[in-house]
């Protein structure tokens, strides 16, 4: 069963506007959140994380929404660039048994129109 | 920085070989992952390691094992390749999640 969704797996925005990315998780355990960002043959790379304590980070064009009541987090990015485009992955931190891993969702993958 | 090197970029093995996939950081992280990418399935982790010697199933370990005897390097082994496991392979380490992960550049795995 899949804990972390991301449920729109592309999105097309023009240069300049606002690009929104959505994440939902169901284990309302989860209270560390992160987003990755992956070009082609590359590995992620870490963007920015929230913790459950706060309902928005902001870095740069970044910033992570938390909504805990909705189990839901979105990632905004303006002014959204050509280089943006890449496949976004939302990840949660999911500590079990004292042992600490980031369950991922399948991935966004953003295109930046000029 | 954290440096997370694995050993090949792109890899051709036959189907029923041992493949070894190797992955080295140098930060003296206590925990490494692997994961694989698949399209439509996003970053599914198989096993990891947050000690020298000890490991634990992720949520697809089937034919899959590995091996952590030295602290930076962890290695994932393929005992008998299939064509499923065709895929990009994915090493990470990390200190805690909440610092994040770092990747590296990733292993294209290809079995014919």
């Known amino acids: 069963d899949q804990q972390v969704k991301q449920n729109s797996p592309s999105l097309s925005v023009q240069e300049g506007r606002i690009s929104i990315l959505n994440c939902d998780y169901t284990n309302s355990m989860f209270d560390y959140f992160l987003w990755y960002k992956k070009y082609p043959a590359e590995g992620p790379t870490f963007l920015i994380s929230i913790s459950s304590i706060k309902d928005k980070n902001e870095d740069g064009r970044f910033t992570v929404f938390l909504n805990k009541s909705a189990k839901h987090l979105s990632l905004h990015i303006v002014p959204s660039q050509p280089g943006d485009s890449a496949v976004y992955f939302c990840a949660a931190s999911d500590v079990q048994g004292g042992s600490e891993k980031l369950v991922f969702g399948k991935g966004t993958k953003l295109t930046v129109n000029p | 920085d954290v440096k997370v090197t694995q050993s090949s970029r792109y890899l051709v093995k036959r189907t029923g070989e041992k493949v070894f996939l190797e992955c080295v950081q140098d930060?003296?992280?206590?925990?490494m992952f692997w994961y694989r990418q698949d399209p439509g399935l996003g970053l599914r982790l198989i096993y990891f390691?947050?000690?020298?010697?000890?490991?634990e199933k992720g949520d697809i370990p089937e034919g899959y094992s590995v091996s952590r005897e030295k602290k930076e390097r962890f290695s994932l082994i393929l005992e008998s390749a299939s064509t499923n496991q065709t895929s990009m392979y994915l090493c990470a380490s990390s200190l805690n999640s909440l610092d994040g992960y770092t990747f590296g550049s990733g292993t294209r795995l290809t079995v014919v």
């Open positions: 390691s947050y000690d020298v010697k000890m490991k």
């Open positions: 930060m003296d992280h206590e925990n």
